[in-house]
């Protein structure tokens, strides 16, 4: 039930949003695209370039949930999940639009080795509400404990499960290889994270986009049932799964609790990275916070689920104990055969390499801010323990067990969501649209 009421208040909130901007990137989509190519002064961190901040968020978002999320959707919600994450995702890019713009518009300043960073997010905006402390404290805190369950655990598990069920090897050496890599990127800073997500996520997303067309595509005649069927489910009442729920309040359930961990609008987290941007106009980043969702749910979520429900997942029953990682490679190995499925797990380790290393940005960021009126020795000791902890973290995953990460996953994700969703509504006057800036 918990998760049907946070699905309507997702749906409340983002229409709110919409309305009180104006419905601007729907009625006027020419103009926010135009945004995107606008001329701006540049300042601070050069390397932490606004394409960079984006491709930071998408690091975070563009995780397991665009490819092992999707089945978790499906195989707990049934094909109308599919639906559901997309009206997630419609309803909250204004969200999404609104918390990146006030990241951006109360960020600090900060002197690191004679170049000036921008750092920023939720914990800055909240605080300008009464009470603001509170909200900021207990942000941090639901983050911080994200950054280790959802950003940490759930991607290793499901990167070392994909690793081991295709090339056979032992868990405890793949965990051991992720523990030196994370520790190698994750202590060098922002911008070693920055190049890394830079590099590789506009690759993978790329590479994995095709191989999912090539599939639609060769399935073209089947399509049209597909979405049939997706429709049909989205709204069914037919009792279904161990509880006799009902079909549509499953597929909202689980459809919009995982379209939130995948596009992550309202939930605070990718605001973290679009402050840092070297950008004078906070509403162009913001457009491209839109652009994040647009990308992420749109596009890889759903050329995800069509692929899956062309090949059968959809016909499984709901609610079963299943190992998601497996049958998303059975999926793919489907239609391409083994080399499917090595193409597969290397994405999903690059996908989850990715979001590690970004979720521990968002932690220390946390942490930091928690920690500022400590000092900066204390500030600098606390960051380093975190971070120690979170790369052990990674080692120990091999022996998590996925079916409750998922759970705590949903919980973190909907708390956050719901503090950080609140406090943008509250805060909608001071966010400008880029038709109001002509």
């Known amino acids: 039930m918990s998760g049907f009421i946070f699905s309507l208040f997702l749906i409340a909130a983002g229409g709110y949003c919409a309305y009180r901007l104006r419905f601007f990137c729907f009625l006027h989509p020419i103009s926010a695209i135009k945004t995107l190519w606008a001329r701006e002064t ?35 919600g049934g094909s109308g999940a ?6 997630s995702a419609l309803f909250t890019m204004l969200i999404k639009y609104a918390e990146v713009y006030l990241a951006v518009i109360t960020r600090q300043k900060r002197n690191e080795g004679g170049h000036t960073r921008y750092f920023g997010g939720p914990m800055r905006y909240l605080g300008m509400l009464r009470g603001g402390c509170v909200w900021a404290v207990l942000f941090c805190f639901l983050c911080i404990a994200a950054s280790v369950v959802q950003g940490n655990l759930l991607q290793t598990t499901a990167a070392i499960s994909c690793v081991v069920h295709t090339f056979d090897v032992s868990a405890v050496m793949v965990s051991a290889v992720f523990c030196i890599a994370a520790a190698w990127l994750i202590f060098g800073g922002r911008g070693r994270i920055a190049a890394f997500c830079a590099s590789m996520i506009p690759l993978m997303s790329a590479l994995y986009f095709v191989m999912c067309t090539v599939v639609i595509l060769r399935c073209a005649a089947q399509v049209p049932a597909v979405f049939a069927d997706i429709f049909e489910n989205a709204f069914s009442l037919q009792a279904v799964g161990a509880g006799g729920g009902a079909s549509m309040l499953l597929a909202m359930r689980h459809g919009c609790a995982k379209g939130v961990f995948t596009h992550e609008a309202g939930c605070g987290t990718a605001p973290i990275s679009h402050a840092g ?18 990308v992420d749910t749109m596009v890889l979520c759903t050329v995800t689920g069509l692929v899956l429900l062309l090949s059968g ?55 930091s801010y928690l920690l500022s009126d400590c000092g900066e020795i204390v500030t600098k000791r606390g960051v380093a323990v975190y971070l120690s902890f979170y790369v052990l973290c990674t080692f120990i995953g091999a022996w998590a067990d996925p079916a409750q990460l998922w759970q705590i996953s949903d919980v973190l994700t909907m708390a956050m969501t719901a503090l950080n969703t609140c ?14 800036n002509k």
């Open 42 to 76: 540049h300042g601070g961190d050069a390397a932490y370039s606004p394409f960079r901040a984006l491709t930071v968020a998408l690091a975070g978002t563009l995780g397991v949930g665009n490819i092992t999320g999707v089945a978790v959707a499906i195989l707990l």
């Open 423 to 436: 406090g943008v509504m509250m805060l909608l006057r001071h966010v400008r649209i880029p038709i109001c």
């Open 313 to 367: 997942v959809g016909e499984l029953p709901l609610g079963a104990e299943y190992d998601f990682q497996g049958v998303v490679l059975d999926a793919f190995r489907l239609w391409f055969g083994d080399r499917a499925a090595v193409f597969l797990s290397i994405s999903i380790v690059f996908y989850a390499f990715a979001a590690l290393v970004c979720w521990s940005f968002y932690g220390t960021e946390c942490l």
């Open 82 to 87: 599919l639906f559901w994450m997309w009206v």
């Open 277 to 294: 941007a070297a950008t004078s106009r906070p509403e162009k980043q913001a457009v491209l916070g839109i652009a994040e969702v647009f």
